[in-house]
């Protein structure tokens, strides 16, 4: 184990349970390095669903709780509540945080509440066996899609953006530097930050959405596919990669934990 | 224990969901989260203000399902939690509550009953439930469910269900109904309420291992203990158990035990006119005040009739219960429901004496309903 | 720079050596009591340290000391 992760590393979780070449491994060695850049390990509160991701805070050494599918996102709000100022990072996957969970992440980001939501995306329903998910695209193979997903799915950014989170960040795990980045910053902003993690599934996703068996040619796709959008620009509507970057930030909406402080300070 | 001193005691009129409300402000509560339902809403609504004014935080979630995992979340983050709800929201929360037990987080919950099934009856009320409350969520597990028959029992045991909760590191429910909740009556608030006081021993990586009394100690988020909470199955240093059969075994059995064995300190009961009774009436909640007008008018009579009433309906009194019934003739059970706690009581006692008085509907029993079938036998 | 790979945890995914601009690692001959092929640094004198291979770790084996 690299020293990082001797230091942070919870090792009676030990061994990691994640696939070979699966890219929750790698969102664990970057919130790794960010948290220790941060060095906030002690004012840190961790929450996951259920899901492959929702593993990788359990494997952290901080104060974790790993609670019921979709139900993340609320214990989270509860937990900032009682202590606003510590910071709570949600780990959640695609079906977890808007399949099960959806209706909790849109109020979340309407409240505008100081947690981090790290949606770690792999386009399918993985501990379960590869069941379609509310990201999987249109007629995608998956084990409850084997005639084509005859769904659409969501448009994160939108839905979000539109519930009124305050910060969107996307990127890969082909891109490690830059999504330990994006954690420190989503930690760091006042408000809903959601940074959603594109990560390659090799046994279930890639196997039969993708039809790409291998890891490294998995994340070469992820890497190939998208396109670091530079800050300010316009969508380029030709462009057929998928976008990646910090996608929207806003600084100046009243953020919920100050909203409920100014209450607390006036005597009715 | 340790003493809290009121500063707002002293004689009130008060409605039933009023009295939670300031009983869990008693209590040091210092978050709440809920969502509005017929006829829980005004202990939300009064706690939406009052809340702040004790420096806590009220939260109105998006649903039941958000409610119970936020005051799950609320109360690793080291803050008192309740949420309030009824029949519908109760079946919601079911899964959090299985949540709460395995890991053993203290959280109260108060279930203002009213009719169902389903959408019911929003503005009648019942005893519904009372099996719900044991049994709504799935595996074995045992919980404290409390049942208030008055505005000032309202207040009483929702201080009492804080200091249990956090006492046995369990959920507690308090079951009212839709009559204690909206009802008025005197209540006095005392000057001073005594609090659990949890005892936090220096135990790195072994937060869960019970100690001598089969309760593992407080622990919490932000003190360096690195805790790991979880919902599976796990040993005491909350690492997952499920692929090993004896330490799951073990974790459902400590569940379960840690109430059971702890009965005579939990269960509670209160007695009218035991002695020598042939009648005995066993009743909870709203039932049991015209289960005791009934008993009243049957002693008066010359039948030598008797009330046992349920203070906490889970675990069940058993002890109490056969004491007071094994001798009688017959036992009477009145309920708001088609049975549910006399099932229990069928149990302890044997079905030949135990009649049911069922009354559906949303009527409460008058006590002349209860007292002809007390003449009757 | 030293590449050390740690054996027990590697689950051979390869994905250190795709990662790496300079071919410093391949798949050698080995394989751990798991199972799986490790990786070794055949190059290592063309390593720069961008430690792009201890980021993609994804069992956090991958360790770069000078």
Partial sequence: MNNLAQKYLRQEALPLIFCPGCGDGIVLNCFIRAIDALGIRDDLGLVSGIGCSSWIPVYIDVDVVHCLHGRAVPLAEGLKMARPDKHVVVFSGDGDCFGIGGNHIIHAARRNIDITVIMINNYIYGMTGGQRAPTTPFEAITKTSPLGNDERPFDILSMMTGAGATYYARWTTAHPVQLEKAFECAITHKGLSFVEVMSPCPTQAGRTIFGIRSAVELMAWYKNNTYIMRKGAAPDPSEKRIPLGLLYQREDEIEYTKAVAQKRSVRI | MKEKILQDHGVKILQGNEACALGALAADCLFFAGYPITPASEISEYLSKAMYLHGGSFMQMEDELASICAIIGARWGGARSMTATSGPGFSLMQEGIGYAVVSETPIVIIDVQRGGPSTGQPTAASQHDILQSRFGSHGDYELIALCPSTVQEAFDFTVRAFNLADQYRVPVIVLTDEIVGHMREKVVVPEKVELFEEHCVDCHRRYYQPDVDQIPPRIQFYQGHHVLVDGQLHDERGIRAGHIPTVSAAAVNHYCNKIRSNCSDICSTSNYFLDGAEVVVVAYGSVSRSALSAVRQARDQGINAGLLKINTVWPSPEEDIVAACLPARKVIVPEMNVGQYAREIERLVGRDKVLRLPSLGGELHHPSVIFRKISEV | ?66
Avoid at chain 3, 21 to 35: C, E, I, M, P, W
Wanted: net charge positive; hydrophobic share 35%.
């Fill in chain 3, 1 to 66: 720079m030293r590449i050390t790979i740690d054996e027990k945890w590697c689950k051979g995914c390869g994905l250190c050596i795709a990662a790496c601009k300079r071919q410093v690692l391949a798949f050698g001959d080995n394989y751990n009591t798991s199972g799986y092929r490790l990786p070794e640094a055949v190059n290592a004198i063309h390593c720069t340290g961008c430690r792009m291979c201890e980021y993609m770790c994804p069992d956090l084996c991958v360790s770069l000391d000078k």
